[in-house]
């Protein structure tokens, strides 16, 4: 199976990447993660405000098979959410790195990312899954 | 356990997943959406091959059967296939089946993961009939074919039989690329199509030629996602989902289709026909999410903070768009047009009950 790597976003170990702009980071799952979903019917976005912990479960999105939980990559608070996933769930399918984002959020701490992966070190971890 | 076409649905790069002990396609690389729209659009194949297939036959096959399972046989041409059920003496589904009369026996299709539990049940139960039990999914292939189109492709490979003549629930017996098939007018989708008794020594071959002869209907293979969303939207029910052996066919809803209440004496009667009189105390509604959310099996059904039922399947449905479900609730509450709440992850979402079945094909011609 080939899957697509986004080299402009860094990646957690749990599948999801962050791409930060300015002092915000968009935050979205990997093309693996979508892939390994099936097909998304349903995504529980967190609300507007709410303080996310970079390693908690923070928000739900639902496949034809099960409910998987999606771990902040980052801490910090949202600011945005991809409001259109609600009548169009499957962009997370289509469009992970792009149109299928899931919320942005306020960086509380812009060194978190440092310890994510890079583009090539996440596809070396997925090869090996 | 692997079926026959196993190996098929690897090198297609299916996406496997265990059912009930069988390593199954779940999907393949057309996807579960789109395999669900290819059989309301077109058609689609499915490998049934896990269900068990047992043969009754023997001069008390039908005093047996009038016995051990729900429906009244007696009524059942040769050449006709019913739905009905295996049930325990208080009225617990052991098991739904279909039963197929043929010319010198009868042909049971039990679920997969039933099917041991019903062959012993059903040994346990055959003493003082002349009957032999015999087990017949080692030496058949079972596929299902279904949608709009399964009766185009189908007449493609059997010439000889003019299908449109075939009424539902009916058996015909038609060389497919040559091989001696059954066919039977009967699915799990919803959709017109048919059921169908291959030779097990080609299988595959078959299911390649079936495939073949499709591709111009716009045929594509279905894995079980695709199978659950289809049956789900046409309410029908899934063995340890609505119903299961604390479960009776009254509270599910299934009596009229499944159960000949007058007539035989069949395991399980007396017990129905208590229930009958004093009405189940929950029955079987479907209802329909009015706040977005993917109902999920056992999920609780509340009203006003008081658990009045539980979820038994739901889905987001791609013919309707909507998100569904099927659930037991209580008397008093099951009533069409009737405000529930879904509990999902201790949110409460509302639902409205709504008539079944969510879909109706319009292709039953």
Redesign the interface.
């Known amino acids: 199976m080939e899957y697509r790597f986004d080299d402009k976003v860094r990646y957690s170990k749990t599948h999801e990447w962050v791409r930060v702009e300015g002092g915000v980071a968009v935050v979205g799952i990997s093309d693996y993660a979508q892939n390994k979903l099936?097909?998304v019917?349903?995504v529980?976005l967190p609300a507007a405000g709410k303080e996310l912990r970079a390693g908690t479960a923070c928000m739900?999105i639902?496949s034809?098979?099960?409910?998987e939980e999606v771990f902040a990559p980052v801490s910090g608070a949202v600011v945005a959410r991809n409001e259109k996933l609600?009548k169009a769930p499957?962009l997370v399918n289509k469009d992970p790195f792009g149109d299928g984002w899931l919320v942005k959020v306020t960086l509380s701490d812009p060194r978190e990312t440092d310890s994510l992966m890079d583009a090539a070190a996440y596809r070396k971890l997925v090869e090996t899954l | 356990m692997i079926t026959k076409l196993h190996g098929w649905h690897l090198r297609a790069g299916a996406r496997m997943v265990d059912f009930g002990g069988w390593d199954m396609p779940v999907q393949y690389e057309t996807g579960p959406r789109e395999e669900h729209v290819r059989v309301r659009e077109a058609a689609g194949l499915f490998d049934i091959d896990h269900m068990g297939r047992l043969e009754i036959a023997g001069p008390g096959a039908q005093d047996f059967l009038q016995r051990v399972q729900t429906w009244d046989v007696s009524r059942l041409a040769v050449g006709r296939a019913h739905y009905s059920m295996l049930l325990n003496e208080a009225g617990g589904i052991l098991d739904d089946i279909f039963i197929y009369h043929r010319p010198r026996s009868w042909l049971l299709v039990v679920n997969a993961s039933n099917a041991p539990k019903d062959k012993a049940w059903l040994e346990s139960h055959a003493r003082g009939f002349d009957v032999t039990i015999q087990d017949r999914s080692p030496d058949t292939c079972l596929v299902a074919l279904q949608g709009p189109a399964a009766r185009d492709v189908l007449q493609l490979m059997c010439p000889e039989i003019d299908l449109a003549r075939v009424g539902f629930h009916h058996i015909v017996e038609c060389p497919l690329a040559g091989a001696p098939s059954i066919l039977c007018t009967s699915g799990y989708t919803g959709e017109p199509g048919y059921e169908m008794l291959l030779p097990a020594e080609n299988c595959e071959a078959m299911w390649s030629a079936i495939l073949s002869a499709g591709a111009s209907h716009r045929l594509i293979p279905c894995g079980l996602a695709a199978r659950d969303s289809l049956r789900a939207e046409a309410c029908l029910p899934l063995y340890g989902n609505e119903i299961d052996e604390t479960t009776d066919p009254l509270s599910a809803g299934l009596a009229r289709a499944a159960v000949s209440l007058e007539g035989h004496d069949f395991t399980g009667r007396k017990a129905l026909a208590a229930l009958a009189l004093n009405r189940p105390k929950q029955v079987m509604i479907g209802f329909e999410m009015e706040e977005p959310g993917v109902p999920r099996h056992g999920y609780p059904i509340a009203v006003d903070g008081r658990t009045v039922g539980r979820v038994t399947t739901g889905l987001f449905s791609p013919s309707t768009g909507k998100y569904l479900g099927m659930g037991y609730v209580e008397v008093p509450r099951a009533v069409v047009g009737e405000k529930v709440g879904i509990v999902i992850r201790e949110a409460v979402k509302t639902a409205r009950i709504r008539k079944r079945p969510f879909y109706t094909s319009p292709h039953w011609r």
């Not at chain 1, 034809?64 to 409910?67: G, T």
């Open positions: 099936s097909d019917v349903f529980e739900v639902e034809v098979k099960a409910a609600e499957e």
